[in-house]
Nanobody
Framework: VQLQASGGGLVQPGESLRLSCAASGFTLDDYAIGWFRQAPGKEREGVGCISVGRGSTYYANSVKGRFTISRDNAKNTVYLQMNSLQPEDTAVYYC?????????????????WGQGTQVTVSS
């Protein structure tokens, strides 16, 4: 089981980025995926997650209305579309998978983690 997160970068406040989480070794649509972030000196926190089936999504209050998670089953990839980025969104972003169909925003819920991708929002 491997996850590869990518798409991070440096953007200005108000701009957008789309992160990708590509899976190998398993079919991503069979399991729930979470996105997390960790800023320097802070705990890793849940940003959002997507469950199996109808693809129900859940978001942290801090990103609700700005971030959207989606799946592309043909590419075995989950995306995190981030709009209206702000300096407080600066962090290393991670994706993770739990071998269970329902997702959760708690980091202890997840079984496997990808490496992070850096997102920096600065003018």
């Amino acid at each position: 089981v491997q996850l590869q997160a990518s798409g991070g970068g440096l953007v200005q406040p108000g701009e957008s980025l789309r992160l990708s989480c590509a899976a190998s070794g398993f079919t991503l649509d069979d399991y729930a995926i979470g996105w997390f972030r960790q800023a320097p000196g802070k705990e890793r926190e849940g940003v959002g997650c997507i469950s199996v089936g109808r693809g129900s999504t859940y978001y942290a209050n801090s990103v609700k209305g700005r971030f959207t998670i989606s799946r592309d089953n043909a590419k075995n990839t989950v995306y995190l579309q981030m709009n209206s980025l702000q300096p407080e969104d600066t962090a290393v972003y991670y994706c993770a998978v739990v071998m269970f169909p329902r997702c959760h925003l708690g980091k202890s819920w997840y079984d496997y983690w990808g490496q992070g991708t850096q997102v920096t929002v600065s003018s």
